[in-house]
């Protein structure tokens, strides 16, 4: 959408705007580059913001890229005043902490689908690692003194006229931030934060895209520290500790999360860090109100400041209307090769064994049942192919490819799509932007995810599936997480769907269905497997429903399989009868 | 020169043993109850900053230790109350709310002692000779006790019935409560015991180490690598990694420097967890 048709948008970036030019006329110089400095930290906070706020991963040493920043500009400032070539090297002071942060996020986020506290205390000992450091080295930090004597950036005066340049830098990343939150990217974002699992089985790189989160944040932080440096004309090492790190995450905090972040990371950072500035020194339980405040606002109104605005900009918002869609482009066809084999496949975990050489092939197309009693590695199979169980002995392949070694996404971008047992949504998700989520999962390029346009793509599919599920369009701004049980069922099979897999998993997809739910979501499956003409491996409990849809059903028992056949040969088989009945084989 | 290597291997054994007893606390609280203590370090802090009470106050010194027993478990029971029990099952918003109550401890420490460094004026600085080397006798307690302490809990841990039922509610916390197990009140002891832990290893650190309001930071960290290094949830992995984490810390920093001693150990826990999320002992 135009920017001038959301005055939500735009409506709080003018009042900042506003803002930062009238708050110099309101005092003397002293006043303005106050507000610089404070305006500079409240970037860094952004920053946090956006990792924290957005993606849900906690940065606790976010000084560090701030400080490294501020050293590299003005080393560089300082050699350049001698030979100007070395200008050359100052956008390491962006470009070094933005890669730090990704790396670092990339090797973190590698292995794990979660964010946990892991990242966040690796990030703390950086930054404390990094004051240190900043003391010992001191032939080239200067050590606890700090490195003085930084010239002023050429062209501008650290008492007056850098601030406009402060001004400009700070609304510049404020609508660069609002600009990426509304486009696909931020969507997948506020996606991780909610259930990076479900991401995964979409196929997104979802380590990818933490990592270039952090990335941005790192760059903000480098940002805020290279103006910083000539700012303040000297660097010490407390612009890398932990201290500051803690201030900046209270100040992110207390200012607000949300639509509004950016906006509440500088209030936060202009109006806490200024009173604490002022009064640490006269009021000795200054800082500790302060930690208190952070407490009751993380207890009580996660929403933060701006928050308490947010009423207000939703009565700004004008409800879009139906804007032209777009085709998304399409996903490859299937092959003739679409065999699905199991090797004698073993998994193991904590020295139970759960599949116990497990040989499976399914080469035809259309419904396959998989029954077997609790406990004979029905869902275990799945969780083997996606990455989520390690498979000790045998081999999976799919089309051909061994399965062995590749994570859940990358498993999914071979065409297996996957429906778990229990719906597993974005609780706070509108049922629009996980539609949305879906059609752009393995379509869309990076570069896409970065276009307005991508938010129009349809593909044929939901058209045909939004005339059987009415609530997907009646219902469409409504959080995911207040619809009912069945719903969400319907919800996540859809999802499962629009992405066009080669091979669905479908984990017990009634479960928790009534009669006529139930008989609605298998006339879904049976047609949309059909129409795609893909493979579905369907587990299931109701063996009406397994007659319904399969034509050929594999019993597994104790992680083997048993036999295989049509349900009616199935239920004649003694063996199976043993199995149902209790007996051991 | 064999004078040396005894000297070298103590203090690499007794470098283990610190590292242990700091981070039993939090292997408690973050291998046990799955929660995130970010004002571990805190507690300790506390434990340290109760024996300069105690001498200040001119008590015997030794009444630090019950002194910083109590005033960690009255914390940690008003703390579990407050913030670890609402936020039972928003996991993220518990590490910030423990990080905001380290904040908290450390500023109000601060607000009533200054930011300057404490010292403990203790007597005990006779030495002992082990194996024709002389060692001072208060670490060779304070390793004596922690291993005796480690032996005790374990037996506790897999023999006694509380211990049973605390393995019951980490194994499966739904059926422990179905099962009749008040699994709300096992957690809250076990927040307190861990917290408890915390101060206790302060006040018996007091003596060896710097004492000021930012302190708890480093063990924080400290005992944090020792699990990711270690793995949660078992006193092997306790050990092993206090080990792992003691022995690198010991050698890289008498090679070349404390600070490098850092990195070697950070670079160590990134390493685990890129290659090796689960720590050299796996929950069995």
Known sequence: ?585 | MEGLAVTYSLNLLYQCALLALVALGLAIVFGQLGIMNMAHGEFLMLGAYAMVVVQRVGLPLWLGVPLAALACAVIALVVERILIRPLAHRPFDTLLATWGLGILMRKSVEAVFGRGYQSIDHGWTGTLEVVGAPYPAYRLGLMAAVAVALGVLAWWYRRSPAGARVQAMVANPGLAEAMGLNTRRLAMWAFVAGSVCAGIAGALLAPLVRIEPAMGMDWLLASFFVLVVGGLGTLGGLLAGAALIGGTQVAVSSALDATWGTVAVLLLAILFLWRRPNGLVARA
């Not at chain 1, 000297?234 to 790190?245: C, E, I, K, M, R």
């Open chain 1, 1 to 585: 959408m135009a920017w001038w048709r959301a005055p939500e948008v735009f409506g709080p970036w003018l009042l900042l705007a506003a803002a930062l030019v009238a708050a110099p006329t309101l005092g003397d110089d002293y006043l303005a580059y106050q507000l610089g400095l404070y305006l500079l930290y409240g970037l860094v906070a952004q920053g946090i913001a956006l990792t924290w706020g957005r993606c849900g991963f906690l940065p606790l040493g976010q000084a560090l890229f701030f400080g490294l920043g501020a050293y590299v500009s003005g080393l560089v400032l300082k050699a350049a005043e001698v030979h100007s070539a070395w200008w050359a090297a100052w956008p390491l002071a962006v470009a070094l902490p933005a890669g730090l942060d990704w790396g670092l996020a990339r090797v973190l986020f590698a292995r794990r689908s979660e964010s946990g506290p892991f990242f966040s205390l690796i990030t703390l000992a950086l930054a404390m690692l990094g004051f240190q450091f900043a003391n010992q080295w001191s032939s080239v930090t200067g050590g606890f003194n700090g490195l003085g004597g930084i010239p002023d950036l050429p062209g501008f005066d650290r008492y007056t006229t850098l601030y406009w340049l402060i001004a400009g830098i700070v609304l510049a990343a404020t609508a660069g931030w609002v600009w990426l939150d509304r486009m696909p990217l931020g969507t997948l974002w506020r996606a991780v934060a909610e259930q990076e699992n479900r991401l995964q089985f979409f196929g997104f790189a979802t380590d990818r895209l933490k990592a270039l989160a952090f990335g941005l944040s790192g760059a903000l932080g480098g940002l805020a520290g290279a103006i910083y440096a000539p700012h303040q004309g000297l660097v010490t090492p407390q612009a890398t500790g932990f201290q500051l790190s803690a201030e900046l995450l209270i100040w992110a905090a207390v200012g607000g999360r949300g639509n509004s972040s950016p906006y509440g990371a500088l209030l936060g950072a202009v109006g806490i860090g200024w009173l604490s500035a002022t009064l640490r020194q006269s009021f000795v339980y200054w800082e500790v109100m302060v930690a208190l405040l952070f407490i009751v606002v993380v207890l009580r109104h996660p929403g933060g400041a701006v928050a308490l605005a947010a009423p207000l900009w939703r009565q700004l918002a004008r409800r879009n209307g139906d804007e032209p869609a777009v085709a998304a482009p399409a996903m490859p066809g299937g092959t003739d090769d679409e065999t699905l084999a199991f090797e004698g496949v073993r998994v193991q975990q904590s020295g139970v064994t759960i599949l116990d050489g497990l040989d499976l092939v399914i080469s035809t197309r259309g419904v396959h049942g998989l029954i077997g009693p609790n406990g004979a590695g029905k869902t275990s199979s799945f969780n083997a192919m996606s990455a989520r169980l390690p498979v000790t002995a045998g081999s999976i392949r799919w089309r051909g490819r061994c399965l062995a070694g590749l994570t859940a996404d990358a498993v999914a971008r071979l065409g297996i799509g996957r429906k778990s047992q229990i719906p597993s949504i974005f609780p706070t998700m509108s049922v629009r932007d996980h539609l949305r989520i879906a059609i752009w999962a393995q379509r869309a390029s990076g570069l896409d995810l970065l276009r307005g346009r991508t938010q129009r793509w349809r593909t044929p599919l939901p058209d045909t599936l939004t005339a059987e599920l009415p609530f997907l369009s009646t219902q469409a701004d409504r959080a995911a997480g207040e619809l009912s049980q069945g719903q969400r069922q319907m919800l996540e099979l859809v999802l499962t769907f629009l992405t066009e897999p080669r091979l669905l998993l479908l984990d017990e997809p009634c479960a928790g269905l009534s009669t006529h739910e139930t008989a609605q979501q298998l006339a879904l499956i049976e047609r949309t497997v059909a129409s795609l003409r893909a493979t579905a491996l369907l587990i299931e409990h109701d063996f009406a429903a397994v007659e319904r849809l399969a034509t050929q059903v594999h019993v597994l028992h104790q992680g083997r399989l048993l036999v295989i056949g049509t349900l009616a040969e199935l239920q004649a088989d003694e063996a199976v009868q043993r199995v149902y009945a209790g007996g051991r084989k």
